[in-house]
């Protein structure tokens, strides 16, 4: 009798799948369930969590505005695992830098038909996209992480890119306005919005994915690949990982705060403190996250966010061409009518989970949007 033996695959990690979920829940109708809540209610716990799911006008920090960054600090994390391990298998750069273009260039062109290339055509087309940032950061954090083998290059080039973004931001002076302005018109960001990208700008003076927004973008995601190769790697055991992702978001943190007196958090233009500050509270998510699902195995819990999260590009482009809310209002809408004020908690509610019905079917079905 022969005996077959298995390679050693390691599992996937249940946590960075969830954690993406949780994310995206709140893009697709999480949020947007809270406020109807708040408004139904008046409850004031629900009040407090409501307010957190408006992006503050300008300087400050809500919970809605670390979504975004949550997600490119995620897709950072999941770097080491996608494309270190093919390096450490044989596969050449050159196969991996073209894989890596291929999805910068397919997000993209995803974000323009998000921003409705298709119906508009090419005038008044605003070509920027969350989608854009999402592939641009992932492709040049890839190739950081593809061309340096020591994590103390890798810190180089944060440290780097970093450095260089509050140089811009603090020392080149904007005409009219002068070095180190932070408003939306005079600020750097603002400038280099005006003289470099083509089409149309989401504000009127600047881009919230911009040119030296993206590079923010750049190292949040670098900073996620930190996170991966922590949870990659075989000198700690898993609880202790969950402390080293814990320290540093910790770390990341406080350094935001010591920096926001004289360099303000800004999520419209990512300033600095706002990269860390994101940062770290991406690693603290993730620490728990870890340590419940992969650590402690307490994963009953984690299909809902799980099925979301596999095919989260699919949900936020679904979004965008299938409106999920007439279902639920022609189900519903007998309900939710006589319940007055709160029938709008009872249309979100069924809008969300005609979402996640329709991402399980995906899911049962092994249908994945891979980009």
Not at 342 to 366: D, H, P, R
Request: charged share 15%; aromatic share 14%; net charge positive.
């Amino acid at each position: 009798m022969e005996t077959t033996i298995k390679p050693n695959v390691k599992p996937r990690l249940n946590s960075l799948d969830t954690l993406r979920g949780f994310d995206m829940l709140w893009i697709i109708g999480g949020g947007e369930l809270l406020r109807a809540l708040s408004k139904s209610t008046g409850w004031d716990w629900v009040n407090i969590l409501a307010n957190q799911m408006h992006h503050v006008q300008w300087e400050g920090f809500h919970f809605e505005d670390l979504i975004f960054p949550l997600f490119m600090f995620i897709s950072g994390a999941a770097i080491p695992f996608a494309l270190t391990s093919k390096l450490e298998k044989g596969t050449s750069k050159k196969e991996l830098y073209k894989k890596v273009f291929q999805r910068m260039v397919l997000l993209v062109v995803f974000g323009m038909v998000y921003n409705g290339i298709l119906a508009k055509g090419f005038s008044d087309i605003r070509y920027l996209s969350v989608l854009s940032q999402i592939g641009i950061g992932y492709f040049f954090a890839s190739l950081i992480v593809i061309n340096t083998a020591t994590l103390k290059s890798r810190i180089f080039w944060l440290l780097g890119i970093l450095s260089g973004i509050a140089m811009l931001q603090f020392l080149v002076p904007v005409p009219g306005f002068g070095a180190g302005s932070f408003t939306p018109d005079g600020s750097i960001n603002a400038w280099l919005d005006q003289h470099l990208l083509p089409g149309k700008l989401i504000y009127k003076t600047y881009d919230p994915e911009g040119v030296l927004c993206i590079v923010s973008a750049i190292s949040v995601t670098l900073m996620g690949t930190f996170a991966g190769f922590i949870l990659r790697s075989e000198k700690y055991i898993p609880s202790r990982k969950t402390v080293v992702l814990l320290i540093a978001g910790a770390s990341l943190i406080l350094v935001a705060l010591l920096l926001s007196p004289v360099y303000p958090i800004i999520k419209k233009i990512w300033t600095v403190p706002f990269d860390l500050l994101t940062a770290g509270i991406s690693f603290l998510l993730l620490s728990l996250f870890y340590f419940i699902i992969d650590v402690k195995l307490w994963n009953k819990w984690i299909l809902f966010f799980k099925v979301i999260g596999l095919n989260s590009i699919t949900i936020y482009l679904g979004g965008q061409l299938i409106d999920f809310e007439l279902p639920s209002k022609f189900l519903l809408g007998s309900i939710a009518i006589p319940c007055g004020c709160f029938g709008e908690v009872i249309i979100v509610s069924g809008m969300i989970a005609a979402e996640w019905i329709f991402l399980y079917y995906l899911y049962k079905n092994k249908i994945f949007l891979r980009v």
